[in-house]
């Protein structure tokens, strides 16, 4: 008998305590519903830590709404904001594990509630979609604040509540890159590239410069921009992307391909002759490469490579001939030097044209200024020669042709 009173004292006891915590998580809730947060957080915390309520899924959800309301009543926002709200996510992800993932429950169907301006504050979604929301509105406020490194932390926190919300996961992986983080700027990247009908050029973009520029790995940079390519073959970047890449990778044979493909549709892209131009160069075909350094000019007057280059073909076949005419002997001096020399100077003028846009292009490059100084100079063109002397003077000094 007094074993069964006993029991019954105990179960009496238990379901007092019971009814205590489930009390407790009442409170929490009221005391969220009049605003009197740090009650309210009390109360939550300490349901979570029992042993019964703690393992309920709607104890989770009305910390991680508590935390919500907490994280955007924050204005400072700064790393501690930042910290708040990634709590709240933990406390939403919870409650959806324990809601065994599945989003037709009841307390589901609450956590992603749609938050939706014109509905009355009664029926706005208080989970995922409010906490997406202010995170949004922290990052926008920081990158306005060109604050970028807490930017990106809100923006990254809005990225992973709503991973299917493209502009979201760019900007998440935007900032990253901006500040340099460059494997969390893969990461947003990437994800970009599994949602089907995204519009994925700007994110290979980024994927290629950071492989490139950042990781040094053109390997990667190309496996990006071929991969891009089959996406967008019409794209006149990207083509420019993958042979220069080609190129890098000493991949010559299929940079000609590359590049042949392109310039049948891009025949007056200049960027792209360029190369074509530098392939025929580095095979040994100088009069192709020459015009195709040439074409890049004619699709394009103000194109500083293009002209530099035909300058360089012209420059170099003049030297060739002034070597060749300092090796000759006697005899031969006196039967070919007149007109081998003719024959150089002529291509000293061919050349300057291409030299002079060149300078005018980038009028602080003193080594196109030394060259046009030198043509002039084997020209006799006294005055012009003089010209650049007294330039290069300013800039280097007096001593400049001496150093």
């Known amino acids: 008998m007094k074993k069964l009173i006993l029991s019954l004292a105990l179960v009496s006891i238990a379901a007092t305590i019971?009814?205590?915590?489930?009390?407790?998580?009442r409170s929490a809730e009221k005391n969220l519903r009049r605003?009197?947060?740090?009650e309210a957080y009390s109360d939550i915390k300490a349901a979570v830590n029992d042993e019964e309520t703690g393992s309920q899924s709607e104890t989770y959800f009305i910390k991680g709404k508590i935390e919500t309301q907490m994280f955007e009543a924050d204005s400072s926002n700064n790393e501690e904001t930042v910290a708040i709200g990634r709590e709240a996510e933990s406390s939403f992800m919870t409650t959806f594990e324990m809601e065994d993932m599945d989003s037709t429950s009841k307390v589901s169907e609450d956590l992603f509630k749609e938050?939706?301006?014109?509905?009355?504050?009664?029926?706005?979604?208080?989970?995922?979609?409010?906490?997406k929301n202010a995170a949004l509105n922290k990052g926008a406020e920081r990158y306005d604040a060109d604050d970028m490194e807490n930017a990106f932390e809100?923006?990254?926190?809005?990225?992973?509540?709503?991973p299917k919300d493209t502009s979201m996961v760019f900007n998440a992986g935007y900032t990253a890159n901006s500040i340099g983080n460059t494997e969390a700027a893969k990461k947003y990247f990437t994800q970009l590239l599994d949602i089907e009908e995204y519009n994925k050029l700007n994110a290979y973009y980024f994927l290629i410069q950071i492989a490139s520029a950042e990781d040094k790995d053109p390997e990667e940079a190309y496996r990006w921009a071929k991969e891009a390519r089959e996406l967008y073959p019409e794209d006149k970047g990207l083509a420019e992307f993958e042979i220069q890449l080609l190129l890098q990778l000493d991949k010559m044979d299929e940079a000609m391909t590359s590049i042949e493909k392109a310039l049948e549709t891009d025949p007056d892209n200049p960027a792209i002759r360029l190369r074509y131009g530098y392939l025929k160069e580095?095979?040994?075909?100088m009069e192709g490469a020459l015009k195709e350094y040439k074409?890049?000019?004619e699709a394009d007057p103000e194109f500083f490579e293009g002209n530099y280059y035909a300058g360089a073909i012209y420059l170099d076949k003049a030297r060739n001939i002034i070597n060749e005419v300092n090796n000759l002997s006697d005899e031969e001096w006196e039967a070919k030097s007149d007109s081998m020399l003719a024959e150089a100077d002529g291509l000293y003028e061919e050349a300057l044209p291409y030299f002079t846009k060149a300078s005018e292009?980038?009028?602080?490059?003193?080594?196109?200024?030394?060259?046009?100084?030198?043509?002039h100079s084997q020209l006799k063109n006294e005055a012009k020669a003089e010209k650049y002397n007294q330039m290069l003077s300013e800039i280097l000094g007096e001593d400049w042709l001496t150093r």
Request: no cysteine.
């Open 115 to 131: 938050v939706v301006p014109e509905l009355p504050a009664s029926m706005q979604g208080e989970g995922v979609y409010r906490l």
């Open 154 to 162: 809100f923006f990254s926190l809005a990225a992973d509540l709503d």
């Open 18 to 25: 019971a009814f205590g915590q489930k009390k407790v998580v």
């Open 35 to 38: 605003g009197n947060i740090e």
């Open 295 to 297: 074409r890049t000019v």
């Open 282 to 285: 580095k095979s040994g075909d």
């Open 361 to 375: 292009l980038q009028p602080e490059n003193t080594d196109i200024m030394e060259i046009l100084f030198r043509i």
